[in-house]
């Protein structure tokens, strides 16, 4: 069967193994916070479109990570959830390469994301005075644009070199559809697809981990020569979270790339995969949305005609 091409377009996941009284706990699980992701991501769409006090530079960025977050977990927790249940795991072809390139998107579109955030924060707090002439929503359409197209640009190359590739397995060796889990199906030389996948991960990780990095020494230095407790206080409230959410972006996509190289370890690389889309789109809503003034208060005035009302 390894030696030979299949032509057959229906593949079958491997999935988790799990015992009989966990499938439930596990499934509600999953859909809790799934539910939660979306019910907050949605709310803080809705809360920005239809407000125009928040029609801002930053809540664009604000609308650009939630609606990352729901078509990212959308397309991955639906059919995690469905396999858990389901003794029978199988996938059209073309929808295992759809959910890959949706995911792979998802993070390389994250990483861009916060990279513009960190930047939209350095301005705020460096150079306030030109916050208003230099991120202006004209800008930060542009720099959206440009982290998207750049997302689904490289993604695209990414999944191209392996649909290209002929299959001789038809076994996904993991919970969920990605690129290395499809070129694992062939028996041809993927060398390339390893050059170009090495080259994608550290361009894209290079790239987030340099610019977050100078990023946020500028500011560490700009609040140290100042001495302001008013600029240190607005420095930490806004970068503090980023910078959390980032850290664990990055240390989960970390576990979730390295643990491909170690097969001894399937369950805790599916685990890192999953807790890379759910805990940064589960968390973002919460804290980027409570910790801005703004947004916070219209929240909270929301939430006092409502209980007024009632």
Known sequence: ????????QILRIEGFEISAQFVYPLFFLMLFAYLALVV?????????????????????????????????????????????????????????????????????ASHLILIIMALDRYVAICHPLRYPSLMTTRTVVKLSATAWGASLFLVSVLLG????LSRCRSTILNAYCDNASLFKL?????????????????????????????????????CWTRKSKELNS????????????YLIMLW????????????????????AYILFHVVP??????????????????????FKTKVTQS
Not at 1 to 8: E, L, P, Q, R
Not at 187 to 214: K, P, Q, R, W
Not at 252 to 261: C, M, P, S, V
């Open 161 to 164: 070199l392996t649909i290209r």
């Open 234 to 245: 607005k420095a930490a409230q806004t970068c503090a979270s980023h910078l959390v959410l």
């Open 40 to 108: 907050s991501n949605i709310g803080v769409l809705v809360l920005i479109i239809t407000e125009r006090g928040l029609h801002q530079p930053m809540y664009l960025l604000f609308c650009n990570l939630s609606v990352n977050d729901l078509i990212g977990n959308t397309v991955l927790m639906p059919r995690l959830m469905s396999d858990v249940v389901s003794p029978e795991r199988y996938i059209s072809y073309s929808q295992c390469v759809l959910q890959a390139f949706c995911s792979h998107t998802f993070g390389s």
């Open 1 to 8: 069967m390894d030696n030979a091409s299949i032509n057959s």
């Open 281 to 302: 789109a589960n968390l973002n809503p919460i804290i980027y949305g409570l910790q801005t003034k703004t947004l916070r208060k219209k929240i909270v005035q929301i």
């Open 252 to 271: 989960t996509g970390f576990l979730t790339i390295i643990l491909h190289r170690f097969p001894n370890y399937p369950d805790l690389r599916k685990l």
């Open 186 to 222: 062939s028996c041809e030389d993927v060398t390339v697809n390893n050059i170009y996948g090495l080259f994608f991960t550290v361009v894209l990780f290079a790239s987030s981990m340099g610019s977050i990095a100078v990023t946020y020494f500028r500011i560490a230095v700009i």
